[in-house]
């Protein structure tokens, strides 16, 4: 049976345009708030596949949406790489030994041991793909060297950016050996999920804006381009979405093998359209926090349509869900979706 989900990211026509929330499986829905109580914390919830395949699932059966997308998190690469990952309650995530110099780099576990360490996720990805509708896909993920080296630098989020900034511009050998390292990982990690049996990759760099511009490819995107073509050239039918999140400088200088760019909700449609929107499909990009008025989403839903007609585009929010959104806005979004665009 064909998913219209993965059809829609090879451009085809299908009978609607498939939507998919970014961070759907999360805190705004009560039934998942549930299942973390049971797992204890985050992390656990991420290392117990029954658990992270219950929750993956939820948003397909409760809101509607074309696609589910993996449970984890993008952290979990650099934990298996052998640093100390903790999830902080209300504060988020920590490494508390973060990359100094070159010593500590080469510490870290690499390439195919690494990625063979998370045996949890891919038997995650096998016990979702028993139970996930034929019809609907399972999008698995990573983040982009560049974003997961924010935190591996950093030890934290971080507003400034300005140890993994002093680096880029005093010490761009060890941020480039950082990334390469990350890089290797993540191929492999991406690999295993497809054997897995995910049927869409996405790579998030979520913090691709904290690049000046005339940085951005030497730093992130050339890194994101050589995953995408080592998946290419051994799983042609796996479709690839690259989501760099506020980085419309860039949209000129997007160049790479893969199918769909992810619109961040600052890009207007309309200008990534006219630069991308013949050599990519698009997806996106309702600001999320549109979420808060179900008027205001049926209005951005109608615009959105007015502008991709149906065509070569992928409903999303322009960034994650949050946590406070009614659970009937969000659904809201995804009946809007499929009524604007239904093609009779
Ligand atoms: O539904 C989905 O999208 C799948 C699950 C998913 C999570 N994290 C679960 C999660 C995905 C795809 C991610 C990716 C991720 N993780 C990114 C890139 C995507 C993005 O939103 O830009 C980033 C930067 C991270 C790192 C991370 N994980 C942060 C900064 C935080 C804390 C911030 C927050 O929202 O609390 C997390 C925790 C996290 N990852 C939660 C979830 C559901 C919340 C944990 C909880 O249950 O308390």
């Known amino acids: 049976m064909s998913k219209i989900f993965v059809d829609a990211c090879f451009g085809k026509e299908t009978p609607y345009t498939p939507v998919w929330m970014m961070r759907q499986a999360g805190r705004y829905l009560p039934e998942y708030m549930k299942v973390r109580a049971e797992a204890g914390n985050f992390l656990n919830l991420c290392h117990n596949p029954k658990l992270a395949c219950e929750v993956t699932l939820q948003p397909v059966d409760i809101v509607g949406v ?20 903790e999830f902080v309650a209300g504060e988020g995530p920590k490494f508390n030994d973060p990359i100094k110099d070159e010593a500590d780099l080469d510490r870290l576990i690499g390439g195919e041991e690494a990625a063979s360490k998370l045996t949890y996720v891919y038997d995650t990805i096998k016990l979702i793909k028993e139970q996930l509708a034929e019809d609907k896909a399972l999008i698995g993920f990573t983040g982009a060297p560049w974003t997961l ?12 950016y300005n140890i993994c900034k002093k680096m880029m511009y005093s010490n761009p050998a060890l941020l480039h050996k950082i990334l390469a390292k990350v890089t290797e990982v993540v191929k492999f990690y ?8 995910i049927d869409v990759v996405q790579i998030f760099d979520s913090w691709a804006a904290a690049i000046e511009p005339s940085k951005y490819d030497e730093f992130s995107w050339k890194y994101m381009v050589e995953i ?7 799983y042609p039918h796996i479709p690839i979405i690259m989501f760099p999140k506020g980085v419309p400088a860039f949209l000129d200088k997007v160049y790479g093998n893969f199918d769909v760019f992810g ?10 359209k006219e630069k991308l929107g013949e050599k990519y499909v698009l997806q996106g990009n309702m600001e999320p926090c549109r ?4 008027e205001e989403t049926t209005k951005c839903v109608e615009a959105l349509q007015g502008i991709m007609q149906g065509k070569r585009h992928i409903f999303n929010l322009g960034h994650g869900i949050l946590p406070d959104v009614p659970v009937e806005n969000a659904k809201h979004f995804i009946n809007e979706c499929h009524r604007v665009s ?3």
Do not use: C, H, N, R
């Open 66 to 85: 074309d696609a589910a997308i993996l449970f984890s998190d993008i952290l979990v690469i650099p934990d298996e790489m052998g640093m100390d990952l």
């Open 263 to 272: 619109v961040d909700w600052s890009t207007p449609m309309a200008f990534a």
């Open 291 to 294: 979420l808060y008025s179900q």
């Open 190 to 197: 991406m690999e295993k999920q497809i054997e897995a049996g």
């Open 342 to 344: 239904k093609k009779s």
């Open 228 to 234: 995408a073509d080592y998946l290419k050239s051994k």
């Open 149 to 160: 080296a924010t935190y591996m630098i950093e030890g934290e989020g971080t507003k400034t």
